[in-house]
């Protein structure tokens, strides 16, 4: 059985997702994000340092990292989900996987922050552009 520590607003919702296409069993424990601070509550720092989501138990061992999660879940519960090493499609599986952290993220991040400051944000606008479109 699997455990997801969810929080609200997340890269867990990947997790979410991938579970119920697995079709596999598990249980959700929810998280909310602090009303000002947008930062995860301190119940999630008690389970893993980090005090980051998502986060996975399965098989007693405590799992950190979206895309570590993503390769742990598929190669025990959704092995045909991955393409076999010898097939052409396995690199692009490759990249997409490390494209969601790797490429897509930081862009995204940038912009939401970014975004949050306005006016006073103005002078960024051309990096953030840049760096979503590079
Ligand atoms: N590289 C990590 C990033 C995890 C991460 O930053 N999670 C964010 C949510 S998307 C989080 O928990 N933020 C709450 C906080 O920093 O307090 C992963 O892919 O799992």
């Known amino acids: 059985m699997i455990t997801l520590h969810h929080l609200n607003r997340s890269r867990s919702h990947r997790i979410l997702w991938l579970l119920e296409e697995a079709g596999t ?4 424990k ?6 000002k601070t947008n ?20 098989d007693g ?3 950190t990292e979206s895309a570590a999660i993503v390769e742990v879940i598929c190669a025990k519960h959704a092995p045909h989900m991955v393409p076999a090493r010898d097939d052409p499609a ?6 997409l996987m490390h494209f969601a952290e790797g490429s897509a993220m930081a862009p995204i991040l940038l912009n939401l922050y970014v ?12 990096c953030t552009r840049a760096s979503t479109n590079s």
């Open 61 to 63: 061992r405590l799992i």
């Open 115 to 126: 975004g949050r400051l306005g006016e006073a944000g103005a002078p960024l606008h051309r």
């Open 30 to 35: 929810h998280y909310k994000r602090d009303a």
């Open 39 to 58: 930062l995860a509550p301190p119940e999630l720092t008690a389970i893993h340092p980090l005090g980051k989501s998502p986060m996975i138990e399965m």
């Open 90 to 95: 396995y690199i692009q599986h490759l990249e």
């Open 25 to 28: 069993e598990y249980t959700v």
